[in-house]
């Protein structure tokens, strides 16, 4: 079992920053991809950003320019740089991460931005 540690969310103003954190723990052999999902009231979970195990970046269209996505593979940690929050990204954050082809994910993280 592979468990996900998320931390970092919480209540900004729009124009403001966050990070978030999730460590990985557990039967960890390696780690492929690592990466973040949202999903807001009432919509369905979205792909925010992943990073292979090679360092490799994807964004959403919504999130490119604004968030940055990181790894440490020594801490088995991804990072989630969030700049210039805007209230639609309002939203429970989870991580996920890939771990020999199964994918696990975390309890999930709030992010609120609002003034």
């Known amino acids: 079992q592979v468990q996900l540690v998320e931390s970092g969310g919480g209540l900004v103003q729009p124009g403001g920053s966050l990070r978030l954190s999730c460590a990985a723990s557990?039967?960890?052999?390696?780690?492929?991809?690592m990466g973040w999902y949202r999903q807001a009231p009432g919509k369905q979970r979205e792909l925010v950003a992943d990073?292979?195990?090679?360092?490799?970046?994807n964004y959403a269209d919504s999130v490119k320019g604004r968030f940055t996505i990181s790894r440490d593979n020594a801490k088995n940690t991804v990072y989630l740089q969030m700049n210039s929050l805007k209230p639609e990204d309002t939203a429970v954050y989870y991580c996920?991460?890939?771990?020999?082809?199964?994918?696990?994910w975390g309890q999930g993280t709030q992010v609120t931005v609002s003034s």
């Open positions: 557990g039967s960890i052999f390696s780690i492929n991809a």
């Open positions: 990073i292979g195990s090679g360092g490799t970046t």
């Open positions: 996920t991460a890939v771990v020999v082809l199964r994918r696990y």
